[in-house]
């Protein structure tokens, strides 16, 4: 099957936001201080056709009802119920997400009817719009729930699931912005998550209170997630992966997952999309040797950044040597040979942003028809499954008050050399497994 077609083509003129700070009045969020902050979470979260009632409903219910009719606050709000670490919100969430599961398998099971009889782009313009229009002129609320069928906007296994990431200063953002704005034009919802791997180690954050990609923030069809998850990396992973299966219960049928080359994080990411772009500075030579072996095997496109005005030539000379340098790198799937293009994120969609994305799309087809996408993503769901298990498991063991206190002791025994760590690994294992108290799962 093709990728999927745009859900809205016509929608782009109809859906700019005059300025941000209108939107006060609608934003049931705490005003915050910074006014980067502010700016992002309302233009990010906030516009007057998300919702066809303003009345906040947080109950699974309520949340559910809100995805599937592609309302940014109900997604914004259960992506904060899914990166919560308070247990009654953990079981909220796997509640809901389970819901979703199964309105998914049961949609599909009905997919071949409903699918024969509208085709995709008129079904999803009618879902979308009325949507929209239901909320923004009131007027045309009524017609609009009688074309807007909930169910459809579950498109989950639909979507298109794309991680990008690169050193800090490549141009990640401002190509993310020119991109998504270009996806957008086309008809496409796209969701922007953010990974970051400060905040999982330091609580710090390299993306920071910087403001990115606020054209694209708001636009009507796109929803930038504000801020990174936190958390350790296991947690940070896990809660992406679930925030994406509620883009993708939104309607958003682009999914683009930003990460800063650095770290651990890109082999989570690439563990976690279909896709995986690197975006890389127009230079060879040496950052090309200090570029980790790893992030280019993981690599199904790497995109040379800034191949405009005088960096032309550098960028055309670092294709050269990254095309090189991936003939000596394993491919990831025998369907797809990693490319090398060069991009200029300022230079509009013939800059190259058009390419990116017809390359990009090229590589969904062959695998979507190939079948090696569904493999692919259920090898991921498995990985993640052990992941998750040992992610929870070492929350489990940290938040018993008896095994921290044996830890630190066995801690610095290890760190004197006292103890050899696989003994003392052993004794805090036992120790936890002998004041362990099963709980109720959902
Ligand atoms: N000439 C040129 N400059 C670019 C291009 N893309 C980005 N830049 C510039 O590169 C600088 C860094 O861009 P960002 O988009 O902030 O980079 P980033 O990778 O998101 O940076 P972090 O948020 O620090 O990770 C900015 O000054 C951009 O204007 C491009 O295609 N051409």
Redesign the pocket.
């Given at each position: 099957m093709p990728f999927p077609p745009p859900i809205r083509p016509h929608a782009l003129r109809t859906t700019r936001l005059p300025r941000p700070l209108a939107l006060f009045s609608h934003s049931t969020r705490p005003v915050l201080i910074h006014r980067h902050s502010v700016v992002r979470t309302l233009t990010s979260e906030a516009h007057p056709s998300d919702s066809l009632e303003r009345t906040r409903d947080d109950s699974v219910e309520g949340l559910l009802r809100g995805l599937v009719q592609g309302d940014r606050y109900a997604l914004a709000r259960a992506i904060t119920l899914v990166e919560s670490s308070n247990p009654k919100h953990r079981v909220q969430a796997q509640i809901l997400l389970s819901k979703i599961l199964k309105r998914e398998s049961e949609l599909a099971s009905q997919q071949s009817t409903s699918l024969a009889s509208v085709t995709p782009s008129t079904e999803a313009t009618k879902t979308v719009s009325g949507t929209a229009t239901g909320s923004a002129s009131g007027s045309g609320s009524g017609s609009a729930k009688n074309t807007t069928e909930p169910e459809q906007r579950l498109r989950l296994g639909k979507s298109f699931r794309i991680g990008l990431s690169?050193?800090?200063?490549?141009?990640?953002?401002?190509?993310?912005?020119s991109f998504g704005m270009y996806l957008v034009s086309q008809g496409h919802r796209v969701s922007v998550l953010a990974v970051d791997p400060s905040s999982a180690r330091t609580g710090g954050s390299?993306?920071?209170d910087?403001t990115?990609m606020t054209e694209l923030s708001r636009d009507h069809m796109a929803y930038v997630r504000p801020s990174p998850s936190r958390g350790t990396l296991g947690g940070v992973a896990r809660n992406t992966t679930e925030a994406i299966t509620l883009c993708e219960a939104a309607g958003y049928d682009i999914c683009l997952v930003e990460t800063?080359g650095v770290g651990q994080s890109e082999t989570m990411v690439a563990d976690i999309v279909d896709m995986f772009v690197l975006?890389v500075p127009p230079a060879g030579g040496d950052e090309l040797q200090g570029m980790k072996k790893g992030i280019m095997e993981l690599s199904d496109l790497v995109i040379v950044?800034?191949?405009?005005?005088a960096?032309v030539d550098s960028a055309r000379y670092a294709q050269i040597e990254y095309t090189s340098a991936l003939k000596f790198v394993k491919a990831i799937t025998s369907y797809w040979k990693a490319r090398v293009i060069r991009?200029?994120?300022?230079?509009g969609p013939e800059?190259g942003i058009k390419e990116a994305w017809s390359t990009m799309k090229e590589y969904f087809d062959i695998m979507e028809s190939s079948g090696e996408l569904q493999r692919k993503r259920g090898h991921q769901r498995k990985i993640w499954m052990w992941r998750q298990v040992s992610s929870e498991l070492m929350d489990l063991l940290n938040e018993d008050a008896q095994v921290r206190e044996l830890a630190k002791d066995l801690e610095s025994k290890v760190l004197q050399n006292e103890m050899m760590s696989g003994a003392a690994a052993h004794q805090i294992v036992e120790k936890f497994m002998k004041g362990f108290k099963p709980t109720t799962s959902p």
């Open positions: 690169g050193p800090p200063g490549v141009g990640k953002s401002t190509f993310i912005e390299i993306l920071g910087k990115r800063v975006l950044n800034k191949s405009d005005g960096l991009v200029s994120s300022m230079g800059g």
